[in-house]
């Protein structure tokens, strides 16, 4: 394992140091913590665009893409305990017409 220093403004180590004793730990583990959940916060920030990304790009292909009011009309049905059909997918023409 690599060493890395890192040089932090006085008021940032003292509140580091502050957190770490009230929770038992070092603020070396505590440190190494919050960078490796910073880590995975930005990799699954990253993985969602890309999936939005290439959701987006299988819309355009295809056409084809819910009716918004459609789902929440169906949503707001669900959500009163009431059966309701599912939404079905429109030409996305259908779709940007009926809402101009």
Same mark, same amino acid.
């Given at each position: 394992?690599?060493?890395?220093?890192? !040089?932090?403004?006085?008021?940032?180590?003292?509140?580091?140091?502050? %957190?770490? *004793?009230?929770?038992?730990?070092?603020?070396?583990?505590?440190?190494?913590? *919050?960078?490796?959940?910073? %880590?995975?916060?930005?990799? $699954?920030?990253?993985?969602?665009?890309?999936? *939005?990304?290439?959701?987006?790009?299988?819309?355009? =292909?295809?056409? $084809? /893409?819910?009716?918004?009011?459609?789902?929440?009309?169906? %949503?707001?049905?669900? /959500?009163?305990?009431?059966? =309701?059909?599912?939404?079905?997918? $429109?030409?996305? !023409?259908?779709?940007?017409?009926?809402?101009?």
């Amino acid at each position: 394992m690599r060493t890395v220093s890192v !040089k932090l403004p006085d008021t940032t180590r003292i509140r580091i140091e502050t %957190l770490a *004793a009230g929770r038992g730990t070092s603020p070396h583990a505590f440190m190494v913590e *919050a960078i490796e959940a910073r %880590l995975q916060s930005e990799e $699954k920030h990253d993985a969602f665009v890309d999936e *939005a990304l290439k959701s987006r790009d299988q819309m355009i =292909a295809s056409g $084809k /893409a819910f009716d918004g009011d459609d789902v929440i009309a169906y %949503l707001n049905a669900r /959500a009163r305990g009431e059966r =309701a059909a599912r939404p079905r997918l $429109k030409a996305i !023409k259908t779709i940007l017409k009926s809402g101009q």
